[in-house]
């Protein structure tokens, strides 16, 4: 199977009042180019760990993470961003408030570029960033010159979902992007997301506490309970999976 | 008329503390405390440089490095140090006093029969006090327009979007510990420059002269923003020259009103007090009005 992501033996951990407590341990995961992972499991069962221990957010102290061919272990998140693409459950921490929506987009085109003295040619892209907001169908396109601090968080989770995939990114991370949204937003978001991470082909692991989203989303189903793997089941095993067999890993 | 012509003069070159700030308060979105160090720092190279025989030219170039390296100093205790910036900001302040006494030789240095850059021949041709403005003017106009472009550079925008959301930049490329230093290093430059400048105006550096100055840079922004409201980032950088202008204004008023001289940096801590205050107070009017016409409509 050709190697897109490869956890190999990961394990992360904290210090807290002078012990060592694990985080993650032996992580062991390797994801397909265009795997679309749902990844569940109970608070605190090392879901966010996992993704911040591949953004380089949170330092590993064992094993490899290679990523398109590249061992990115020990490289800095600024430097990771050439390749990872993250949005948050938390609308604002995706986008720049003060910023116009057309200004995110345009840093956001620029994700891992070297950055120059060179004018931002913000107008050259408008165009193309009106065609692109207007995916969304939630007015965003509309937006283009507002702050994104005025939008509404359906609005910003969108444009984040815009700005992660605007530039093709090697691994997509969805960190519980709709748990903070109303149910008829959340399901428009998710149709969103589901329609760029299938047409783009993109690898994409994304965390959900919503049941019904991790069984119709994705080719893949893991879940997490205290720092491991517990389950890994693959399309043909996922479309076999009821509601209830998922309750019961959440004990 | 005079003090008005002095007042502008006084305005435009204090802004440059107020633009300086304006990068690292408004934009990197924390407080700098360097800046009571860096303006004397300026204006104590500067004024050693004349006396020891370099052009002005070369002398108001020199306060300009000399803050950027103290703005480098509080950039590199921050990043790579880890002490928070209000604290390094501090210790950097405290620790250019005794730089400041060294550079100076003492407490204050007169720049008494030296040329400096208010000696021109073209400045002394103008009027009394415009020589200031003129300085003022050409001094503003080129760091307005540099900033206004670098802002929307690649680079600048990368720098706005560090301060604004510094995770979000981050999880773009953005090293915001990059934007940091990059942030204190020109506004901590611009601030040695007005040192550099006004000590050339004035005809002398002191040691002490840093004192207060964050509040002078805060009011020009503060008042700026208060009295020209919503506007993009490039008109707020016009917008802290003016609010410069306007807060000397204010001081002259409040001395032509009679107050004690001496309780000028008292004085210039209540105006900004109340130019911070004013906008809640009238957004806090605004809704009970609102709240008042509303049950009034409602019967």
């Known amino acids: 199977m050709a190697e897109q992501l490869k956890l190999d033996n990961v394990a992360v951990n904290v210090v807290a009042d002078n012990t060592v407590k694990p985080l993650l341990s032996g992580i062991d995961l390797t994801l397909a180019p265009g795997d679309y992972v749902a990844v569940l499991g109970t608070n605190g069962a090392g879901k966010s760990t996992m993704f911040n221990a591949i953004t380089g957010d949170i330092e590993v102290a064992s094993g490899t993470i290679t990523l398109a061919g590249h061992n990115i272990t020990h490289e800095k998140p600024e430097k990771r961003a050439r390749l990872i693409a993250r949005v948050f459950q938390d609308p604002k921490m995706g986008t720049a408030p003060r910023m116009s929506v057309a200004e995110n987009l345009l840093l956001a085109s620029r994700r891992g570029q070297r950055l120059t003295l060179a004018s931002r040619g913000l107008k050259a892209q408008m165009a193309h960033f009106e065609q692109l907001a207007a995916q969304t169908g939630n007015g965003l396109e509309k937006a283009l010159d507002r702050p994104t601090e005025s939008l509404s968080g359906g609005q910003r989770q969108a444009l984040s979902l815009l700005m992660a995939t605007l530039k093709r990114p090697e691994l997509l991370l969805l960190d519980e992007h709709t748990a903070a949204l109303d149910p008829k937003t959340s399901a428009s978001i998710m149709s969103v997301t589901d329609k760029l991470v299938t047409q783009e082909h993109l690898t994409c692991m994304m965390i959900t506490h919503h049941l019904e989203d991790a069984l119709k989303y994705g080719n893949r189903l893991i879940v997490l309970s205290q720092g491991r793997i517990i389950k890994d089941f693959n399309a043909e095993q996922k479309a076999a999976l009821t509601r209830a067999d998922l309750l019961d890993y959440f004990g | ?299």
């Open chain 2, 1 to 299: 008329m005079s003090l008005g012509v002095s007042a502008i003069g006084q305005g435009l070159l204090y802004s440059l503390v107020g633009i300086g700030l304006f990068l690292t308060f408004r934009i990197l979105d924390f407080p700098d405390m360097t800046v009571e160090g860096t303006f004397p720092f300026g204006a104590a190279v500067a004024c050693a440089a004349l006396t020891h025989g370099a052009s002005p030219i070369v002398a108001t170039l020199l306060s300009l490095i000399a803050g950027m390296a103290a703005g480098a100093v509080t950039g590199l205790l921050t990043t790579k140090g880890h002490i928070p910036v209000l604290l390094a900001g501090i210790l950097v302040m405290t620790g250019l006093y005794s730089v400041n006494l060294r550079v100076m030789g003492r407490a204050n240095l007169s720049l008494l029969h030296q040329p400096n850059l208010f000696n021109a021949a073209w400045l002394k041709a103008l009027p009394p006090y415009f020589d200031a403005v003129a300085v003022g003017v050409i001094a503003c106009l080129v760091i307005v327009a540099v900033l206004i472009i670098f802002l929307n550079t690649q680079i600048g925008q990368a720098f706005i979007a560090a301060g604004d959301n510094p995770a979000m930049a981050r999880s773009l490329g953005i090293d915001p510990d990059h934007q940091m230093l990059l942030g204190l290093v020109v506004g901590n430059g611009l601030i040695g420059l007005a040192g550099g400048l006004l000590a050339q105006n004035n005809g002398y550096a002191d040691v002490s002269m840093g004192t207060g100055v964050i509040v002078i840079g805060l009011a020009a922004i503060i008042i700026g923003e208060v009295v020209f409201g919503e506007l993009t980032l490039s008109q707020r950088l016009v917008a802290v020259v003016l609010g410069s202008i306007l807060y000397r204004f204010v001081l002259l008023v409040v001395l032509a009103l009679g107050f004690n001289a001496n309780d000028l940096k008292l004085l210039s801590a209540i105006i900004l007090a109340l130019a911070i205050m004013i906008p809640q107070i009238d957004h806090r009017l605004r809704i009970k009005r609102t709240l008042r016409n509303g049950v009034k409509a409602n019967g």
